[in-house]
């Protein structure tokens, strides 16, 4: 299993080494092989990293056109039955989620959840411009956020992983914030890097995410492609051989658990259920596709079988 993990990386601290494995992964999901998401969502199809259709033109419909591309607009202003024609439009720019909040620099096992955070955003990187499209990512740490417009080529991808490394090497080395701000600003943040008809992923644990993001996600939703890749830790949801009393944060607020007791455990695995649940829900409800990640096991060991 080892071979599957980046030989340059400790589970804690981040360097471009680490990442820069991934590149040479990412030709795995390349076309005809199999689809990335395919892969994490259990279907033997999906829509290639990037790609759609775009409407072309109109023209005058034809024998054997499929009625459904018919353009009404065009016919009741012609008085003449005219058919849309679409093209594959060959570039689709993809901007990354990446949260650096208080939460994500947290694990119990393998890896920090920030590191495997890292971790996915290079491989999704580097699928993207193995496949012509630019990316772009909105780095958010909960009190700030850095905005790296999309790019191609090798450019793309190495601004974003340099970056990643500067600003978790910076928050692995100060005190913890109190007080972090919601996810809307991000949000906003994402309807102006992305350009419409682009694809948004979110790599996240979106202990930040509430209702109140619901309007803003289905505005991005209605122009773009968005997709949720929940990150978490066994500890989260009370999977752990530790007994005993810990004092346990989740960004915000702090108190001690007592691990020794089933009870406690018990209620630690509700909680993280009914909130995943309510992700899951909030995601089907704007039509945004969900997977996982657990940061107890490696990334590779995750999405390949």
Known sequence: MSNLFSPHSNGVDLNLDELLYYRNQSVQWLPPAKSLWS??????????????MDFSESRQYQAGDDIRAIDWRVTARTGKAHTKLFSEEREKPLVLFLDLSPSMVFGSNLMLKSVLMAHMASLIAWLTVAQQDRVGAVIDTGTELIELKPMGRNKGPLVILQRLVEVHARILNRPRETETHS??????????????????????????????????????????SVRFVHVS??????????????????????????????????????????????????AQKTGISFCALSSDRLLLNQISG
């Not at 892969?39 to 759609?52: C, F, N, Y």
């Not at 948004?200 to 209702?211: N, Q």
């Open 39 to 52: 892969q994490m969502l259990g279907h033997h199809q999906s829509r290639q990293l990037g790609r759609g």
């Open 183 to 224: 996810f809307q600003p991000a949000l906003s943040a994402l309807r102006r890097l992305t350009p419409k008809g682009g694809e948004i992923v979110f790599i996240s644990d979106f202990i930040r995410l509430t209702d109140h993001e619901q309007h803003a996600l289905s505005q991005l939703k209605q122009h773009n």
């Open 233 to 282: 830790d066994p500890l989260e949801f009370g999977a752990t051989a530790y007994r005993g009393y810990e004092k346990i944060s989740d960004g915000s607020r702090t108190q001690w658990l007592d691990f020794s007791s089933k009870k406690t455990r018990q209620q630690i695995e509700v909680a993280f259920n009914n909130k995943l649940q309510g992700l899951k829900t909030l």
